[in-house]
């Protein structure tokens, strides 16, 4: 069902940027960064049908909360579906609004964001407020965790992140289609 919708937007929108949902395995990697075991405000940016959401209220404490922000509309309306639970909060918004969208919820700020949204195809403006933003909305020690595609340029994130966050990390996953980059970025 989740491949199917994808397949079905992303002809009309670009920005999307796979046609198809990240793996199991992947969404395991990526979140095998993350401490489980406490509260947690967790941002998503560009959360399509959710398959990260679903991993991680599965996995969250009754007290979490979990802030989606995602652009394309026909997205919203799924997650808006799917996701009943009063700790999802759901915004049709883009990433670079996310200074203002998490303190709606939360005020002192967000412990992880998770990013699948395509910086390669964003201007450089963009990339930087986007990065700026982030780093402005986590607690110290809060991590940032984009996954992008394999073959994404150093320019297109890597660079952006190494200039404001203390510590950055990038690995490769084969297991996914297209292969991922994952980045660990900690404040
Ligand atoms: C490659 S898909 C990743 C979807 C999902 N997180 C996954 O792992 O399968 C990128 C998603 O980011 C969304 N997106 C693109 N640009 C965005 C932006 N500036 N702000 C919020 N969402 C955005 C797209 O609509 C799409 O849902």
């Given at each position: 069902m989740a491949h199917f919708v994808y397949l079905r937007n992303v002809i009309k929108d670009k920005?999307?940027?796979?046609i198809m949902p990240t793996s199991a395995s992947g969404v395991r990697k990526v979140c095998?960064?993350?401490?489980?075991s406490k509260d947690n405000v967790y941002v998503e940016y560009g959360?399509?049908?959710?398959i990260f959401t679903n991993y991680i209220l599965q996995n969250m404490t009754p007290g979490s909360n979990v802030i989606l922000i995602e652009r394309n509309p026909n997205f919203v309306d799924v997650l808006r579906q799917t996701f009943s639970d009063d700790r999802v909060h759901i915004y049709h918004?883009?990433?670079?609004?996310v200074a203002d969208i998490v303190l709606r919820v939360?005020?002192?700020?967000?412990?992880y964001v998770l990013s699948g949204i395509p910086?390669?195809?964003?201007?450089d403006q963009m990339r930087n407020e986007i990065v700026r933003q982030t780093y402005g909305i986590l607690r110290e020690g809060g991590k940032f965790l984009p996954y992008q595609t394999?073959?994404?340029?150093?320019?297109?994130?890597y660079n952006h992140i190494r200039n404001i966050f203390d510590t950055v990390n990038d690995e490769y996953f084969l297991w996914n289609v297209p292969p991922m980059r994952i980045y660990e970025a900690v404040k």
């Amino acid at each position: 069902m989740a491949h199917f919708v994808y397949l079905r937007n992303v002809i009309k929108d670009k920005h999307i940027a796979s046609i198809m949902p990240t793996s199991a395995s992947g969404v395991r990697k990526v979140c095998s960064k993350i401490d489980f075991s406490k509260d947690n405000v967790y941002v998503e940016y560009g959360p399509a049908t959710g398959i990260f959401t679903n991993y991680i209220l599965q996995n969250m404490t009754p007290g979490s909360n979990v802030i989606l922000i995602e652009r394309n509309p026909n997205f919203v309306d799924v997650l808006r579906q799917t996701f009943s639970d009063d700790r999802v909060h759901i915004y049709h918004d883009s990433a670079e609004k996310v200074a203002d969208i998490v303190l709606r919820v939360s005020a002192d700020g967000a412990d992880y964001v998770l990013s699948g949204i395509p910086f390669s195809f964003f201007n450089d403006q963009m990339r930087n407020e986007i990065v700026r933003q982030t780093y402005g909305i986590l607690r110290e020690g809060g991590k940032f965790l984009p996954y992008q595609t394999f073959y994404q340029k150093d320019r297109h994130l890597y660079n952006h992140i190494r200039n404001i966050f203390d510590t950055v990390n990038d690995e490769y996953f084969l297991w996914n289609v297209p292969p991922m980059r994952i980045y660990e970025a900690v404040k």
